[in-house]
């Protein structure tokens, strides 16, 4: 069966609702799809997204800021949540491991987590550069020994 219906589109009134205002065809596509799409979503599983797309967000501009920090000068009294950002990373950075410091904010908790990554990913890269510089160095030492004591033969 075949139906065909001319003359209508979306904005077509389909009925007027109990306020009196017009609902279109548009408007009733538009909910019917909305009913079905909201009833395939889990929302357990969107919650979840919605907070680790969030969480991610937030670590990617303290990783930002921190790094900022890191590179910046230091000495202005910090005003946005970027500059504070800033500030508490410079203060991780600076302070005395052994001083006792309190309660931890949420804000200081991920920061410091960003600090100590940052540093230490900064830490084993000049590591692993020392480490291939004195490998290099031992090698020539000890090749300029044994030619010394074999003679430049060798």
Do not use: C
């Not at 599983?45 to 230091?74: H, N, S, T």
């Not at 410079?90 to 001083?99: E, G, L």
């Not at 900064?122 to 004195?134: C, K, N």
């Not at 090698?139 to 003679?151: H, L, M, P």
Request: glycine share 6%.
């Amino acid at each position: 069966m075949k139906v065909t219906v001319t003359g209508l589109d979306l904005n077509t009134v389909a009925y007027y609702g109990a306020d009196e205002e017009p609902v279109t065809l548009g408007e009733l596509v538009a909910e019917h799809i909305a009913t079905q799409v909201i009833g395939t979503i889990d929302p357990a599983k969107l919650r979840e997204l919605v907070a680790a797309v969030r969480e991610a967000e937030i670590r990617d501009q303290v990783r930002r800021q921190v790094a900022d920090a890191m590179r910046g000068p230091v000495g202005q009294v910090p005003v946005t949540l970027a500059e504070v950002i800033v500030a508490e990373a410079r203060s991780q950075i600076t302070s005395d491991p052994d001083r006792y410091q309190g309660t931890s904010t949420p804000l200081r908790q991920v920061v410091q987590a960003e600090v100590y990554a940052q540093l230490h990913d900064e830490a084993r890269d000049l590591v692993g550069q020392a480490r291939d510089t004195i490998k290099e160095q031992t090698r020539a030492e000890i090749t300029k020994i044994i030619q010394r004591q074999f003679g430049a033969g060798v």
